[in-house]
């Protein structure tokens, strides 16, 4: 997979150069370029910003560094059909999610323009659309003040899903949201640390029972943690034990879908 990065900090994304997606680059896995925007500047301060039309507050960034940029990058793409995937990192795009790194991670090629002060002038993202699919992506309902946080997190998330990046692909599979459920917990030894122990069904060798609680788990730890996440899980074929343990945590399935199960009578306060 190629990735394109325009920032007006390259050295924001030094920390991919490190660990596994550093390594994928020196394997040649993961072909990563980072552009700094004033390159493509053409006045002698290398300005990208200006006042907001309209007024208030905050610089916007220019539209025709980005261009150059973009035009660039779409230049480099690599042979095969179809258009390169531009993401747009923007606390009013659609969400990132697990789901979205998968399908990036299917793609041969993706640039990413990292936004700073009160974003980038909306015709380029118009404009854009002529050679890349664009798509606004958020890291998360919150406001951060540039995009190279945003890309440093979708690049780890995608570039672990290329085949080879993760030593183990079995790791990816029973991780937090690879099936719509958080993971279960994870020990190692000692068995008995500060009089804690492990729970004891792990230690027993009976990878039946061992994986009946961490799906037990997976699904405890959901409805305490992310309880929108169960409500939204396929649970039109669930195995008679898993029905089993949602009940024991008060959910019940109706049309395929969790809903929490009403309240018994012996259960109801007045
Ligand atoms: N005025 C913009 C708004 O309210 O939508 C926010 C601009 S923010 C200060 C500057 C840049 O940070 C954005 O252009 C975007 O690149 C990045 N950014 C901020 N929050 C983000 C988020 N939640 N997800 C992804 N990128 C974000």
Redesign the pocket.
């Known amino acids: 997979m190629r990735v394109d990065v325009v920032s007006i900090f390259p050295e924001y994304l030094a920390p991919l150069e490190l660990s596994l997606i550093g390594k994928a680059r020196q394997d040649g896995l993961l072909d990563l370029h980072v552009h700094d925007l004033r390159a493509f500047t053409t006045d002698r301060h290398r300005t990208v910003d200006d006042t907001p039309y309209g007024g208030g507050a905050?610089m916007v960034?220019k539209a025709e560094p980005w261009a150059q940029a973009l035009s660039s990058i779409a230049e480099k793409r690599p042979e095969g059909p179809g258009k390169p995937v531009l993401i747009?990192?923007?606390?009013?795009?659609e969400r990132?999610t697990q789901a979205l790194a998968y399908e990036l991670a299917e793609e041969k090629h993706l640039a990413f323009?990292?936004?700073?002060?009160?974003?980038?002038d909306e015709r380029v993202i118009e404009w854009a659309h002529e050679h890349f699919t664009v798509r606004p992506?958020?890291?998360?309902?919150?406001?951060?003040?540039?995009?190279?946080?945003?890309?440093l997190a979708m690049v780890e998330a995608i570039g672990r899903l290329l085949p080879g990046v993760v030593g183990n692909p079995e790791s990816l599979v029973e991780e937090s949201h690879s099936d719509g459920l958080l993971e279960y917990p994870v020990y190692t030894k000692p068995s008995v640390w500060r009089e804690r122990e492990v729970p004891p069904v792990l230690l027993s060798g009976n990878h039946g029972k061992i994986a009946q609680w961490r799906r037990h788990e997976q699904f405890r730890r959901t409805a305490e943690r992310r309880p929108d996440l169960l409500e939204a899980f396929d649970a039109g074929k669930l195995p008679r034990a898993d029905r089993t343990a949602l009940q024991d945590l008060g959910y019940v399935v109706v049309n395929g879908r969790l809903q929490p199960r009403p309240a018994r009578p012996e259960e109801q306060q007045d």
């Not at 992506?137 to 945003?150: C, F, K, P, Q, T």
Request: hydrophobic content about 40%; aromatic content about 10%.
């Open positions: 905050g960034m747009v990192p923007s606390p009013a795009g990132f323009a990292c936004g700073r002060y009160e974003g980038i992506v958020s890291l998360g309902d919150y406001v951060l003040n540039g995009g190279e946080v945003a890309v």
